[in-house]
């Protein structure tokens, strides 16, 4: 296993249209997490899923986001209706239990999402 | 979440110490400092975290204030890949969601 693996690398879509992203965590990873970056900004958290369960949405990730992880294992990230102001780096990351607690999180590449 | 301030540049040559300072002093008994690095194109990759004692590890050195409202990111010797943006990050006791500041951008001149 190499890592948090994203799909695909860059989109280019036309406004309006809708966009679906994938995250493969690390094998083992239970928790796995969604982060936005627009450019000379850090990473803003969106979501993050506990196994199957969403355990925390932003207030940032409006009606036309939703995101999945039917199986506790990838994970999807899907933006209906894409504007302009969604274009950005979507990050995806995992972390896994220690015995202790969840320290760090691996990031994947990122997926980069422009709307013409 | 409490609020990290850090430079927002910083420079330093090739093979010299560098010191990355954050300021936290909002920062809760139960909070962790996580310190992560992103270098161009990539996602952030974890680089070291404390509580309270100073931590070591392959990466980089952690030195945490003795009243934790500040801590400095110590790379012992910078090389040219170490540029990156470096973001000083404060993470409550249940280790979720991660809160980015903007970080502080370092560039290496050989």
């Known amino acids: 296993d190499t890592g948090v693996s994203q799909d695909p690398r860059h989109k280019i879509t036309k406004r309006g249209q809708n966009v679906t992203f994938r995250c493969d965590p690390i094998?083992?990873?239970?928790?796995l997490y969604w982060y936005r970056q627009t450019l000379g900004q850090g990473p803003e958290f969106l979501t993050y899923?506990?196994?199957?369960?969403?355990?925390?949405k932003s207030r940032l990730l409006s009606d036309r986001f939703s995101a999945e992880r039917p199986k506790g294992s990838f994970s999807t990230l899907e933006i209906q209706r894409t504007e302009q102001g969604d274009s950005a780096m979507y990050l995806c990351?995992?972390?896994?239990?220690?015995?202790?607690?969840?320290?760090?999180?691996?990031f994947g590449p990122g997926t980069r999402l422009t709307v013409l | 979440d409490a609020k990290t301030t850090q430079p927002n540049s910083m420079e330093s040559n090739e093979e010299e110490p560098v010191h990355l300072p954050c300021n936290h002093s909002t920062i809760s008994g139960t909070d962790y400092i996580h310190w992560y690095r992103q270098l161009p194109s990539q996602g952030p990759e974890y680089v070291i975290h404390?509580?309270?004692s100073n931590v070591n590890n392959r990466m980089a050195s952690l030195a945490i204030a003795e009243d934790r409202k500040s801590s400095t990111l110590i790379l012992h010797r910078a090389t040219l890949r170490d540029a990156a943006v470096y973001y000083c990050?404060?993470?409550?006791?249940?280790?979720?969601?991660?809160?980015f500041g903007a970080g502080t951008r370092l560039a290496v001149h050989p």
């Open positions: 094998s083992e990873h239970n928790r």
């Open positions: 899923f506990q196994n199957e369960a969403q355990l925390e």
């Open positions: 404390g509580l309270t």
């Open positions: 990351a995992s972390s896994v239990w220690t015995g202790v607690s969840y320290n760090e999180q691996f």
């Open positions: 990050i404060l993470r409550d006791g249940g280790y979720n969601k991660l809160i």
